[in-house]
């Protein structure tokens, strides 16, 4: 494992200069644009989930080393009420206040 990049997630800027390490590591790794396009993504949703239902916490991304591969580790940490439900958080598509169609709820 390579060194650890925290980043304190408090508000809409930090989940930009969290996408934007993330960004700089996977590119370091060797992703695609595609992939790093992925990444930031996915960084995005675990820090807005922070923001949203913990209001803050950290993420923490370091590369993954192992024989003939390398990776990016994302960790998203808070101490908030945690997730009650992960089967139902888990399903495709769920998402609070929206039904399965992904529209709001009236
Ligand atoms: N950090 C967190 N703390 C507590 N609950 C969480 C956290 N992250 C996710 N969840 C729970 O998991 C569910 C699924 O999260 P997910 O990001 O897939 O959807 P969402 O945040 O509800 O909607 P969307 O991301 O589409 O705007 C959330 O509705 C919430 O109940
Ligand atoms: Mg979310």
């Known amino acids: 494992m390579s060194d650890e ?8 800027t930090d989940v930009v200069l969290a996408r934007g390490h993330g960004r700089a590591i996977g590119r370091k790794v060797g992703f695609s644009d595609t992939d790093l396009t992925i990444i930031v993504t996915a960084i995005s949703e675990v820090a807005r989930n922070i923001l949203i239902f913990a209001k803050t916490g950290e993420i923490v991304l370091k590369t ?10 994302i960790i998203a940490k808070d101490n908030g ?6 089967p139902l958080a888990m399903q495709d598509g769920y998402s609070r206040g929206k039904d399965c169609d ?5």
Do not use: M, N
């Open 5 to 12: 990049t925290r980043v304190k997630i408090e508000s809409d």
């Open 64 to 73: 993954a080393d192992q024989p003939g591969k390398r990776g990016i580790v």
């Open 102 to 106: 992904g529209r709001a709820e009236q």
């Open 81 to 86: 009420p945690g997730i009650s439900d992960i």
